[in-house]
């Protein structure tokens, strides 16, 4: 597609369950972000792909967020035993390259809701 | 502890007149700005950017400036259109952590008629 492209758009889990957001990036493109969006805040870094490999995790908030890249194309975020605080919008995020003056591409999102 | 603050979460201006949004950062190792647009149900969508050698960059409506010494940059928009009614994040980067986009928590702005 032209754009980035998450799915699902929406997601409900029950805390304890476990979950997987999809992104599938712009073709061509080597870098690859995934940030959280809690209500009434800015995207917060969660991590960063270069191509396959996990360059960056550093804002991941716990062991029970997990992200990969195995063919440097989709990308898919797994959260573990989902808890209430990881309620938020997911974003992806692709860009040709990394750096300055590299513009970032964002999905729409993945609303999730741990009830 | 938030790095790039919006002090103000919404902002509301007539059609016509010019809209000035301001954003704020802590850390003196930030070296380029960016302005991101967000409406609804959307992903943010990439509006204009500042490299920290400069302190103005201009894109038609759209105006940027950037005073390091006070750490703050504000976005100017003029003249101000109905659609422009979105949410506005400010954020920055650094070389030092890959350039990875740290964001204000945003602020609502609601061109009126």
């Known amino acids: 597609g032209a754009g980035v492209s998450q799915s699902p758009r929406y997601k409900v889990a029950k805390r304890g369950q476990d979950v997987a957001l999809r992104c599938d990036p712009i073709s061509g493109h080597v870098s690859l972000f995934w940030y959280q969006q809690a209500l009434g805040q800015g995207p917060e870094f969660l991590t960063y792909f270069q191509n396959e490999a996990q360059l960056d995790k550093s804002g991941l908030p716990s062991d029970r967020f997990f992200a990969e890249r195995p063919e440097g194309s989709v990308s898919t975020l797994k959260i573990q035993r989902t808890q209430q605080e990881d309620s938020a919008v997911y974003l992806c995020?692709?860009?040709?390259?990394?750096?300055?003056?590299?513009?970032?591409?964002f999905g729409q999102g993945t609303r999730l809701t741990v009830v | 502890d938030q790095q790039v603050k919006q002090n103000s979460p919404s902002l509301s201006v007539q059609e016509g007149r010019i809209s000035i949004l301001n954003c704020d950062y802590t850390?003196?190792?930030?070296?380029?700005f960016l302005w991101y647009k967000k409406y609804p149900a959307e992903g943010p969508t990439f509006l204009i950017s500042i490299s920290s050698i400069k302190d103005k960059n201009e894109d038609g409506r759209f105006t940027v400036f950037l005073n390091k010494s006070a750490k703050h940059l504000s976005l100017h928009i003029v003249p101000s259109q109905p659609g422009d009614s979105a949410v506005y994040f400010c954020a920055a980067s650094a070389a030092y952590s890959g350039y990875a986009l740290n964001f204000g928590k945003g602020t609502s702005l609601l061109v009126t008629p």
């Open positions: 995020a692709s860009s040709y390259n990394r750096g300055p003056f590299t513009e970032a591409f």
């Open positions: 850390n003196s190792m930030f070296d380029y």
